[in-house]
Nanobody, 124 residues
Framework: QVQLEESGGGLVQPGGSLRLSCVAS????????MGWFRQVPGKEREYVAA????????YYSDSVKGRFTISRDNFKNTIYLQMNNLRPENTAVYYC?????????????????WGQGTQVTVSS
């Protein structure tokens, strides 16, 4: 079983930055893709970014491309999401997830383990 714990959320002004972290425990996840998703009340969980097993390939939704950067440190069993130039529409609960199969996918159903989420609020 894999446990994931996100941190780094908070309140930030438009144009500001935040760095989210997600630590995995319980099992070595270094061989598997990981991703970030977000969700606002009343809407489906939305794909944000994903990274392959060694961090060499990163994938982004069009809405965050150029502003967000996903990375991972397998020695620390941790992935990160650096979010720059944040906008009010980026307000959501952000979740990290691990896919227990090879190959990066964007569909949330392709990820088997999820964290509890961290709230990001972008507001002046």
């Amino acid at each position: 079983q894999v446990q994931l714990e996100e941190s780094g959320g908070g309140l930030v002004q438009p144009g500001g930055s935040l760095r989210l972290s997600c630590v995995a425990s319980g099992r070595d996840v270094s061989a598997y893709p990981m991703g970030w998703f977000r969700q606002v009340p009343g809407k489906e969980r939305e794909y944000v970014a994903a990274v392959n097993w060694n961090g060499g390939s990163q994938y982004y939704s069009d809405s965050v491309k150029g502003r967000f950067t996903i990375s991972r440190d397998n020695f620390k069993n941790t992935i990160y999401l650096q979010m720059n130039n944040l906008r009010p529409e980026n307000t959501a609960v952000y979740y990290c997830a691990v896919r227990s199969a090879r190959g990066v996918v964007e569909n949330s159903s392709g990820y088997q383990y999820w964290g509890q989420g961290t709230q990001v609020t972008v507001s002046s």
